[in-house]
């Protein structure tokens, strides 16, 4: 889609070529279901109709909107700008997939590092004071991690959120 945008729009200064083509890009992609054909005639449209009640945003176009290598170059980058959204629809669903594949890679390594560290002063704190609030057995907890810690305070919280 940037090789195209290079060679279209020769007589225009790279403001004008900016505006006209991020004007049909976001035409393009609220009308995906139509054709480039289609998105082209509605885009000469509305310009001619802007054009006429002289409040157009490009009234550089007045004098090009009918020539045939502007609209050539318009349906050629709307082509452009429909494989552009197509193939980024494609996309996503392998993008979603990475996007969870690294949330339950930093889980794991989160989990790693836990289950190599000491339990923390507020977990050990937590933890007898729920066991003399359900009146459970305290486990000697200097030998476990701070991951066993968490698994057994979520365990207790488990089982009692259920009776409660």
């Keep these: ?35 480039s054909a289609e998105i082209l005639d509605k885009f000469v449209e509305n310009e001619k109709y802007y054009l006429e009640l002289e409040v157009s945003r490009f009234p550089f176009l007045a004098d090009c909107i009918d020539d045939s290598e502007f609209l050539a170059d318009t349906e050629a980058y709307i082509k452009e700008c429909i494989k552009y959204y197509n193939y980024k629809a494609a996309q996503k669903p392998l993008i979603e997939a990475q996007k969870e594949f690294e949330k339950k890679k ?55 959120s259920a009776i409660d």
């Design 106 to 160: 930093r889980k794991f390594v989160q989990e790693f590092k836990m289950s190599n560290e000491k339990p923390t002063k507020k977990q050990v704190y937590y933890y007898t004071k729920l066991c003399k609030r359900y009146n459970i057995e305290l486990r000697d907890i200097n030998e476990l991690s701070k991951l066993d810690v968490r698994n057994e305070i979520d365990r207790i919280l488990n089982e009692h």
């Design 1 to 35: 889609m940037y090789e195209i945008k290079k060679r279209i729009y020769k007589t225009f200064d790279n403001t004008q070529k900016n505006a006209v083509c991020n004007n049909l890009r976001a035409l393009v992609k609220q009308n995906l279901e139509l054709t």
